[in-house]
């Protein structure tokens, strides 16, 4: 995929958030959300991103589509810097990236129709109206598997996976290139979380679409996504090709993917689980972010910050001993070998 | 950029054969708009101008027809810039301009109506000729479809609501009594018996259900106060000034506060802050005290004067409400979203942000009717309001009380008008509280 | 933020707002009629006046005489009651506010004693009888107009009582002035004159029972809005988690109710009765006027329709003054009560 230039490429973008306080609501301290990412994501590809809740990493999907102003650095879209743009030419880029939001009931305006809800990038960017809106929302409504029944209806009287295929169209409404998708299946149960992302991998084929994959399920991400980054306290720490469950060079990784549960009582009680809690984003760490928690820290990791290397064949680790740490295999290793070798269950 | 894209802006296709139609229609609707503004205007500039050389102490005599007519005067106006705009938009064969049209013509009629001025009627019936052209076959299969379609959810929605009213009996009764009041209220030249004003001196402080003492007089159900006035007449001429009163007051109210309050909100910064600390100021006044201070400044004691005092006082509390609603509803995710799909900051201010706060407006509206109406009351009780004779439910009650022991029934029967339709405004506020919220609706 | 920055900066956003309360009055008072009136009286000769407005500062520019008017303020000037015989406003003001306060409190007396019981059986027996029966009575009191019901309960408490020969309440003033021509105010409160002052245990009760009826009248509306404060917050506390937890502890609903939810369904309703004594002070301009109780109200209706223009500017600005203060009182007791304010 890398013959081709990126259609995002990101470079030290910060997004802070003031913190105020006292008598006059004078700055007295800011958020680190997003602190210093560089990224690429090629056309057609879909780029996971992981992490624990807190991590930065909705606020970087939303700071790439410049629904959040960068504090620092720059996003170029298609070869064209968009970090600085106004209204007008805002609107006019927005067209070809869009955003599905984690939360579907609460991203459609509970007053509006399915229709009208559908057809509004239509009407904004003065596509269609009227008669030929509501042809198209049909089109649009048919691709996520809903119908003309549909049409004249609320939000409230849809189930949450109808919610998400709803804004999935409204999404899919401008013909975009690029959707960020903002923990798309985490508010809908596991039966219709497949459903959705599915649908969401036929549409990308049909379309050509690229997608940038945000969720804390590392299983979901493993399944929907090319490529895999992993944040911590506002970095990406490793941004992997390779599949996340084998394959991992940071100590964070490594434990991420240890504490996810095995439907197997013969491994419980094996899964590692990370110590302490996330530092606050408002005062991170010095030297490496992830130090104060890593069993594997050294004097060196508390006073110099690791930069992204590139391990060979796209593999990007922030970590000084990348390569060099011996983690064991993980549970998930083992159960996966397991159950490569028939003997799982 | 270079990229093709399947989605075209397209145009909505013409037929020729319809083209006359429409000039007629955009150039009738240019027509209205102009006179609308033009009308307003007058009515608007013309009382306050008339106001203010009067405060400045030159001896004027306004034309009876412009006297307090500023607030329609203003709405009149703004609705004819409104006009102007659809107007505007329908040389293009703008899709919103057909409905906007429609709704925009038939309150513009309204308010012309409620001008009360013959100059009024007939601009009424003028502004309502659009409104017949957008049926004419031509241009009907433009707008009509859409129209329909997105009426259907919208009814279903009104037709639950319906239901739920009908489930809660002190919402009905509300109900009841306040349609039952207007229609009185409005019918009262027919269904009264005697004049607003009228004085039968014969019949002085008769009891309820008297006949009368003239020959051939009907029969005072609620008996007469101490000036011979027939206490039922009066009290449903009353209901027409003090619903009038009450009314008006809380529309301008809603119309002021909401502006101030959604722009505040939704921009913030120091806008925000000034118009907060300028509520501040309001609410540290209580509404009468303030109300009575303002009359007395307007220079005369009139009921317009109180409108005008209850006007200003009453502001502040929808500017804080919608505020703090558009404050709530601007954190939404749909806002969000419809900022990533494009849409500009008006757009989501009127399409998504105030209808979606509109609830508690209503639901504070109905209440503060029934507030302004005590207030209104209580200030042409303690002698603000118009000269002694006008047929005024305050009024009656404190021209009444001089004579409360000779003829109680003169102050009984306004106070419980006043109560009544206070409290059938309070019972339908409270009531379609829960009716109307969200959390409380089917899911 | 911490509570010493919210105090801080509640009483720094009131001092805007006591200058827009200045600002107000200062404009209203030009625009009713001209300030000169305020500092003459029938008997000063027509020479003197131009040296009176020379004096007051009238004859400059606006913007000084705002000063002026504010400086005056500041120095307890706050100009002559015309209405009163030409006395200071001040004076006034401080002969006639222990009545309205004393009135106000036993209003308020009515109100909290009444409503917070009745808004705790509606809550707890949500959607019987005794509920529907609640809610009704409370929606009058808020759709009431006081004036009427203060004539009406005269009506039939004084005079119909009266004409049928039976024990009624008074029907006006503060106390039987024929009876007790020798009393004389001390600290103006006459609950408490009577007791420390005169040693009369007579006119205290007499005291009392002409407070009963228009205490009554100007805290009904309060009450209602206590009651339904009250039942709503009540109603939402007996949703929460920890009541349903409460309950499946297998306490008693007595403990439940007064012992878990009571405590945090008050604190609503603690606000509401600070906000609602600035709402009594509207409610007495009308029942004193009623009820011929010489207080602030009175005074303020009598100066108004007799253009005294000190007097409106003094109650005017006394009022909003004791609502600005009210609503900091209240703001910094809904900061300490409710410990899940996070002061923004």
Known sequence: ?345 | MTEEYHLRSDEIPIDPSTVGQFRVLWFLELVVSIMLTILGGILFVGDVTYSIIERLGYPVVPPDWIIGKFAIGFAIAVLGLIAVRIAAALENYEMWTFSALLYVNLISAGSLILTELSTGLYAAVFVLVPVVLLFLPGVKSYWWETFVEDMVPRLREFRYSMHLVRKSPLVVVGIVIIVAFVILALLAPWVAPYGPEERIWADTNLPPGSPSNVPGNPVHYWGTDNSGGDVFSRILYGAQVDLRVAITVVIVAIVIGTFLGAVSGYYGGKLDELLMRVTDVFFAFPGLILAMAIVMALGSRSLENISVALMVTWWPTYARLVRGQVLLEREKLYVEAARSVGASDARILIYHIIPNTIQPIIVQATMDTGAVLLVAAGLSFIGFGPPAGIAEWGLMIAKGQEYFSISPWAVFFPGFAILLVSLALNLVGDGIRDILDPKLRRR | ?344
């Open chain 3, 1 to 344: 933020m911490r509570l010493r920055d919210f105090i801080i900066r509640r009483i720094l956003l009131a001092i805007p707002v006591v200058f827009g309360v200045l600002t107000i009055t200062w404009f209203l008072s030009h625009m009713v009629g001209d300030p000169v009136v305020m500092y003459i009286n029938t008997n000063t000769p027509a020479s003197a006046i131009p040296g009176i407005i020379r004096s007051h500062g009238l004859d400059q520019p606006p913007h000084i005489q705002y000063f002026i008017y504010l400086n005056n303020l500041f120095h307890g000037d706050w100009g002559e009651s015309t209405s009163m015989s030409f006395r200071p406003v001040t004076e006034v003001i401080a002969q006639r506010f222990p009545a309205t306060i004393e009135l106000a409190l036993v209003a308020m007396v009515f109100a909290v004693l009444l409503g917070i019981p009745l808004g705790i059986i509606s809550a707890t027996r949500k959607d019987q009888m005794i509920d529907h029966f609640t809610r009704i009575f409370s929606l009058a009191g808020v759709s009431m107009p006081i004036f009427w019901f203060a004539i009406m309960l005269k009506y039939v408490l004084y005079y119909q009582l009266a004409i049928m020969g039976l024990p009624h309440l008074p029907g006006g003033y503060r106390y039987d002035s024929n009876r007790f021509y020798w009393f004389q105010y001390t600290t103006g409160f006459i609950l408490i004159d009577s007791l420390v002052y005169a040693h009369s245990i007579p006119l205290f009760v007499d005291a009392l029972t002409h407070l009963v009826m228009p205490g009554f009248c100007l805290g009904y509306l309060t009450m209602a809005i206590i009651t339904r404060m009250m039942r709503s917050s009540m109603l939402e506390v007996l949703r929460e988690d920890y009541i349903t937890l409460a309950r499946a502890k297998g306490l008693s609903e007595k403990v439940v109710i007064y012992r878990h939810a009571l405590r945090n369904a008050l604190i609503p309703t603690v606000t509401v009765i600070g906000l609602a004594f600035g709402g009594l002070m509207t409610g007495a301009v009308l029942t004193e006027t009623i009820f011929q109780w010489h207080g602030l109200g009175q005074w303020a209706v009598s100066a108004i329709l007799s253009a005294d223009l000190a007097a409106i500017n003094g109650f005017t600005l006394l009022v909003a003054l004791i609502f600005v203060t009210a609503n900091l009182i209240v703001d910094l007791v809904y900061g300490t009560l409710d410990p899940r304010i996070r002061f923004g």
């Open chain 1, 1 to 345: 995929m890398s013959e081709m230039g990126p259609l995002v490429k990101v470079r030290g973008l910060k997004k802070h958030f003031p913190l105020t306080g006292g008598v006059f609501r004078k700055v007295v301290g800011r958020v680190h959300a997003v602190d210093g990412v560089d990224l690429d994501i090629y056309p057609g590809e879909t780029l996971g991103v992981v992490g624990e809740s807190g991590c930065g990493k909705t606020t970087l999907g939303r700071t790439i589509l410049r629904l959040l102003d960068p504090t620092e650095g720059t996003i170029e879209f298609d070869g064209k810097d968009i970090t600085h743009l106004g209204h007008r030419e805002l609107r006019h880029i927005r067209r070809q990236m869009q955003i599905v939001f984690q939360d579907p009931m609460a991203s459609l305006d509970p007053r509006v129709t399915i229709k009208n809800s559908v057809g509004e990038p239509l009407v904004v960017h003065g596509i269609a109206r009227g008669p030929k809106m509501r042809e198209m929302v049909l089109e649009l409504l048919r691709k996520v598997g809903l119908n003309e029944d549909h049409l004249n209806r609320f939000p409230h009287e849809f189930s949450g996976g109808q919610r998400q295929r709803i804004c999935i169209a409204r999404a899919l409404a401008l013909n975009p290139k690029f959707i960020v998708m903002d923990e798309p299946t985490s508010s809908t149960d596991v039966s219709v979380q497949a459903q959705t992302l599915n649908l969401m991998k036929d549409l990308q084929d049909e379309l050509g679409l690229t997608y940038m994959f945000i969720s804390h399920d590392l299983s979901v991400v493993k399944h929907m996504s090319d490529r895999v980054a992993v944040m911590y306290l506002g970095k990406i720490v490793e941004l992997t090709p390779h599949d996340i469950f084998r394959t991992t060079l940071h100590p964070y990784t490594f434990a991420l993917v240890s504490a996810v549960p095995i439907p197997d009582p013969r491994f419980a009680g094996k899964a590692t689980i990370l110590k302490g809690e996330v530092p606050s984003p408002v005062n991170p760490p010095k030297g490496c972010r992830f130090h104060p928690r890593c069993i594997f820290a050294q004097e060196v990791c508390s006073e110099e910050e690791p930069p992204l290397r590139d391990m060979g064949d796209g593999h990007l680790v922030a970590c000084h001993f990348a390569g060099a740490l011996d983690f064991g295999k993980s549970v998930q290793q083992e159960y996966a070998e397991a159950a490569e070798n028939g003997a799982a269950m």
